[in-house]
């Protein structure tokens, strides 16, 4: 069970890396907030020479070193620390994510990419729920009863869901400017998984 787990997250690690790649900066330090197995930095590390460093609420790590730990929304690192921060289906956890995302404003110096599944009508936003149930508590509670994890704290309660102009008004009220997105529908085009490159605005 823990190889089939292991293989799951390794095949989707690989393809979110491909997604993000072309909009990672040439150089500098990346941070991952929200960080979760490892496996999305793993995949990463293995397609460009960035140096990487993982942030979570909890430690769910699998592969690499394991992330810096935080506590309500405060990352432990000096402004402007890392060229870019990427926050991949996270923001659907906090309580409030703008403190998450004004604090991954402060530790950057160039951008922040989010990769967000968003909804479209009554539908979507019943399929997404559903989905984030999945990978949320329904996927941890297999991973811990199958030993992939440790007894880490459960962190993966989804609170908000989103629409792609709620999440737009969400970036730009916290001051960013949104200079990329890609969407990538599920069949039927309920929901998607979205990817913005968010930048300051003087940048």
């Avoid at 659907?92 to 599944?117: C, F, G, M, N």
């Avoid at 991973?143 to 309660?157: D, W």
Wanted: proline share 6%; net charge positive.
């Amino acid at each position: 069970m823990k190889h089939l787990f292991d293989l799951l997250l390794e095949a989707r690690a690989a393809g979110l890396a491909n997604r993000l790649e072309p909009y990672l900066p040439r150089s500098g330090r990346v941070l991952d907030i929200g960080s979760g197995t490892g496996h999305n930095v793993q995949a990463l590390r293995q397609k460009t020479s960035l140096s990487f460093m993982e942030a979570d609420v909890t430690d769910m790590s699998v592969v690499g070193s394991g992330p810096v730990l935080f506590a309500d929304a405060k990352l432990p690192f000096t402004t402007g620390a890392f060229a870019c921060a990427i926050l991949g289906f996270v923001l659907q956890y906090p309580p409030d994510p703008a403190p998450l995302l004004l604090e991954a404003r402060r530790v950057t110096t160039e951008r922040v990419i989010v990769l967000h599944s968003t909804y479209r009508g009554a539908l979507g936003r019943c399929a997404l729920r559903l989905n984030e149930l999945a990978w949320g508590p329904v996927a941890f509670t297999a991973a811990r009863l199958a030993q992939f994890v440790g007894r880490c704290r459960f962190s993966l309660r989804p609170r908000h869901l989103y629409s792609r102009v709620e999440l737009q008004c969400l970036f730009e009220r916290c001051g960013f400017v949104i200079r990329a997105s890609q969407s990538q529908p599920w069949p039927h085009g309920v929901v998607s998984q979205e990817l913005f490159v968010l930048e300051h605005p003087h940048a």
